[in-house]
């Protein structure tokens, strides 16, 4: 059965103390578990503790031992009577690490004999260690004591302040933490292992000394430096920019390379999948540096945006999570390139969360029910959540924002708190009501903003009529309007901003503004409007809607030849794109294809344009976006399609023009990484696909010498994909070279499977196969299995979507072996089949008849069967 919103009770019994002592050892663990109970006094239910797979060894109540009728384990919990307000229950239960292959709780990351152990708890890996209350409004002071050899287990870690460490008889130690700040369980978190370290010494803006140290193992060890740095980077920011200070005197960091997701943020001790933490440049691409300063900030952020203040229930989960995104967002943007991230952070949302938002398992950002909710860590969640939070920081601005944000975390510190105590803050921080913007948290899909222009030259008026509609979904037949901000701003012909007049405002001559569309239709008339203006409408994406708005491509080529706003230039070539895209689809004429051809053109050759603007500018929309708009989805004629486009572009600038661009790049490559030389890699890359499309011999002879002379990983795997796409003889020796030079590194053999099994073509199938072959393959570590399996099902459309069916049948297969070991990691990897029905008949026929012969098998994980059934529906 669900787990309802609607049905949220306070909890009867909270813990108010917990003293933990963990017997430490890879094949079984042994917990100690004392808590201090008390009771609601509103309520009579007996006390219930969530618990799963423990074996209880020892349960006492107030110091009695308990006779086996005073308790009963039921269902994935445990009844215990007798209890009082005040009583201290005692249980000592063992676990078994090594075989936990679910990687949640406790677990062991590496082989049996080096590895170490470590825990996830969020959401529910809990109750995976002890008996306990594992929900996040039970709120409790740890004592965490942790006993183990010392040989094996030199280094012994647990969330909270050090509280003492010593000898103990047999070779084994301890070492004790006290956690001052009461938590939910879901940040608890303990590592035990032969890790190295690097530390340094922080001193917060309040003036509290703290000992940052970051752990990996020793061969990892060397590439923390960067992760450090950017560490101190966003502990200085949150001071500056939300006045958050960091409260403990130390802070732990931890890389695994077994993990289930990107990063957690245990309260003192944030563990990384070494993909987020590590970074050197022979190993490390651009993209993942950014990746890495992003995600230190992520964690960091959370010890304020979801540890002090936390969520009430998992329905809130966006409560933390998106204003986490919201704040990591802006920190990267103000480490970076501001428009630069905006672009990146909204094609995510188009990529990842519009197919979301429209297909089976399409959620509110508060969803309003669920069965297992490790399944709700969506994009919609994290990126229309940020977006959500994005929407109210603009509508307050950045000081009426900031003083929202102070009142919710002075308000609720320490508490468990919901979306609405939220938006309370911020509302009343201001003197506004924003509970209208409570809507977007519970209504999924994507609103459809149409927008209109009207010109009357002699009343020198223009009109914008503004509509929103969302399609409805299975759960929710007729959506309601939201209120939908829309920055905008109008250009004269000659692409300079018109001043804005509109009634009841001072013509102030201000050349932006936000107007907010918060019924079903609306007109907005600007007076005094010189000439009949092009508007550039939904500035830096000010909400996340699709706009459809009928510019001709004369107006859109003038926005992205002259919109200051970068997020708007992109935006309007995007759009060019897209009209390119469906004339060259439909057969309607040149001129389409020809007017993104042009205007690109002329921008190839601008001097003045960032090049790693011009290097976005240069990438149509991607075929999952593409394929979004259409009905009967064929992705191999997308993939061809789109590639058509891009041919036409780079024989429109021309391969000398191309040539003489990627020489006069690569003269300049260096392994430096601040922006400009980030900048030219990216649009080398760009330049040396384009030119792979017109002249593949060219292109790969470049790309062999780029391979061999790559100062970084960033040009090295650039070449390799080159290679790998445009001449499959040429690439098998750099493939091989690679392989062997990076046998020893899981992260860069992640890249290597997964670049391979993103080559387009129904071939993939079988150089997937025969990757699952490599020794290094493995279902039981996720990365790996990411990036082969997941890289092939949503990287590779042709690969994937063959027509025979073959790749659906493979992957299903290949999903079920994986449920047996690792239930998270197999749902995530079956949203795959996001978009099925959406499919052209054969393949649509073909993914559900994959979908359903899944679904059919007994002992699939709760996890899996929620995704598949999801999917199966309607
Ligand atoms: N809270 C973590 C983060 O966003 C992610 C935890 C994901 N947990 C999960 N069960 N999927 O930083
Ligand atoms: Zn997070």
């Not at 078994?96 to 959401?123: D, I, K, R, V």
């Not at 970051?214 to 500056?240: F, K």
């Not at 012909?493 to 107007?515: F, I, K, N, S, Y």
């Not at 003489?660 to 430096?672: D, G, K």
Request: proline content about 6%.
């Amino acid at each position: 059965l669900p787990i309802r919103l609607a049905d949220y009770r306070p909890p009867a019994w909270r813990v108010e103390r917990v003293e933990l002592v963990f017997e430490l050892g890879i094949d079984a663990t042994e917990v100690a578990a004392k808590l201090l109970l008390r009771r609601d006094p509103a309520q009579d239910a007996p006390l219930r503790l969530d618990g799963e797979n423990l074996e209880l060894l020892a349960i006492a109540l107030d110091g009695q031992p308990l006779p086996g009728t005073a308790y009963r384990p039921v269902e994935g919990s445990l009844e215990v009577d007798g209890v009082r307000d005040g009583s201290v229950l005692e249980t000592r239960v063992r676990v078994h690490p090594a075989a936990n292959t679910a990687l949640e709780g406790l677990y062991l990351s590496g082989p049996h004999g080096t590895g170490f152990l470590l825990t996830q708890c969020e959401a529910q890996g809990f109750r995976h260690i002890t008996y306990f209350p594992d929900r996040p409004d039970v709120q409790a002071s740890y004592t965490v004591t942790l006993c183990a050899d010392r040989a094996r287990f030199p280094v012994l870690l647990a969330g909270g302040n050090p509280d003492g460490a010593g000898e103990l008889e047999d070779g084994r130690h301890w070492a004790r933490f006290v956690d001052p700040h009461p938590k939910p369980s879901y940040l608890f978190a303990l590592v035990a292992g032969q890790l190295e370290k690097i530390e340094r010494d922080y001193r917060n803006a309040d003036g509290r000394d703290v000992q940052l140290k970051i752990w990996a193992e020793a061969d990892a060890i060397e590439r923390c430096h960067y992760a450090m740095d950017a560490l101190e980077r966003s502990m200085r920011w949150d001071e500056q920019v939300y006045g958050r200070n960091y409260d403990l005197d130390v802070f732990h960091v931890v890389a695994t390379h077994d993990f289930n997701m990107g990063a957690m943020e245990n309260k003192g001790l944030n563990i990384f999948n070494a993909k987020c933490l590590l970074a050197d440049p022979d190993s490390s691409t651009d993209d993942e540096y950014r990746r890495v300063e992003a995600v230190i900030a992520h964690e960091y952020f959370h010890n304020w945006s979801g540890n002090r203040v936390t969520c009430r229930d998992w329905f809130q989960l966006s409560l933390k999570e998106g204003f986490t995104v919201f704040r990591e967002q802006s920190f990267s943007a103000d480490m970076n390139s501001a428009p630069l991230k905006r672009i990146e952070d909204v094609a995510l949302l188009r990529r990842a969360q519009f197919p979301e938002d429209a297909g089976p398992l399409a959620h509110p950002v508060r969803p309003a029910e669920y069965r297992e909710i490790n399944n709700f860590y969506t994009a919609t969640v994290y990126e229309k959540g940020a977006e959500l939070v994005r929407m109210l920081a603009g509508r307050l601005g950045k000081e009426g924002f900031r003083r929202g944000t102070d009142l919710y975390f002075a308000r609720n510190d320490g508490r468990a708190a919901t979306i609405e105590d939220f938006l309370a803050a911020l509302g009343e921080a201001n003197g506004i009501d924003l509970t209208p913007y409570l809507a977007w948290y519970g209504q999924a899909g994507t609103p459809r903003l149409q927008a209109h222009g009207a010109y009357d030259a002699g009343r020198r008026e223009y009109t914008l009529t503004l509509r929103q509609h969302t399609p409805p979904d299975q759960r929710q037949a007729h959506k309601q309007p939201l209120p939908i901000p829309v920055k905008l701003a109008l250009f004269g012909a000659d692409g300079r901003m018109l001043p804005l007049h509109m009634d009841g405002q001072t013509a102030d001559g201000e050349t932006e503004r936000v107007v907010v569309l918060d019924r079903a239709e609306q007109r907005f008339v600007f007076r005094d409007v010189a000439e009949r203006p092009v508007p550039s409408l939904l500035r830096g994406f000010s909400a996340p809607v699709i706009l459809e708005c009928d510019y001709t491509p004369t107006e859109l080529a003038l926005l992205l030849g002259h919109d200051p706003d970068g997020f708007n230039r992109w935006e309007a070539g995007q759009q060019l794109a897209l009209r390119a895209y469906d004339a060259l689809r439909d057969g309607t004429g040149p001129e389409a294809v020809a007017a993104w051809c042009d205007a690109l053109a002329a921008l190839f050759d601008d001097g003045n344009l960032d090049d790693a603007l011009l290097a976005d500018l240069l990438t149509p929309p991607g075929e999952i976006e593409l394929a979004e708009r259409e009905s009967a989805v064929d992705p191999a004629r997308i993939h061809a399609l789109r590639q058509q486009l891009q041919q036409r572009l780079a024989a429109r600038i021309g391969p000398a023009a191309l040539d003489a661009r990627y020489r006069a790049l690569a003269a300049r490559t260096t392994a430096a990484l601040d922006a400009a030389s980030q900048a030219r890699r990216r649009l080398k890359q760009g330049v040396l696909q384009l030119l792979a499309l017109l002249d593949p011999a060219q292109a790969c002879g470049h790309a062999a010498a780029q391979y061999r002379d790559a100062p970084g990983m960033t040009d090295r795997l650039g070449a390799l994909a080159v290679l790998a796409r445009h001449d499959a003889l040429r690439s098998a020796e750099p493939l091989a070279h690679f392989r062997t030079r990076y046998a020893n590194d899981p992260l860069a053999l992640d890249k290597w499977f997964a670049l391979q099994a993103q080559l387009p073509g129904e071939a993939a199938l079988a150089r997937v196969q025969a990757l699952e072959a490599d020794p290094a393959f493995t279902l039981k570590n996720p990365n790996r299995a990411r990036a082969l399996l997941g890289s092939y099902a949503s990287g590779n459309p042709t690969g994937f979507h063959r027509p025979d069916g073959a790749g659906y049948r493979l992957y299903a297969e290949r999903l079920l072996a994986l449920d047996a070991l690792n239930p998270q990691i197999a749902a995530r990897l079956a949203t795959a089949f996001n978009g099925w029905q959406r499919l052209e008949p054969q393949r649509r026929e073909a993914a559900r008849a994959a979908l359903a012969g899944l679904a059919a098998h007994d002992k699939l994980s709760r996890n899996l069967v929620e995704i598949v059934g999801n999917m199966l529906k309607s």
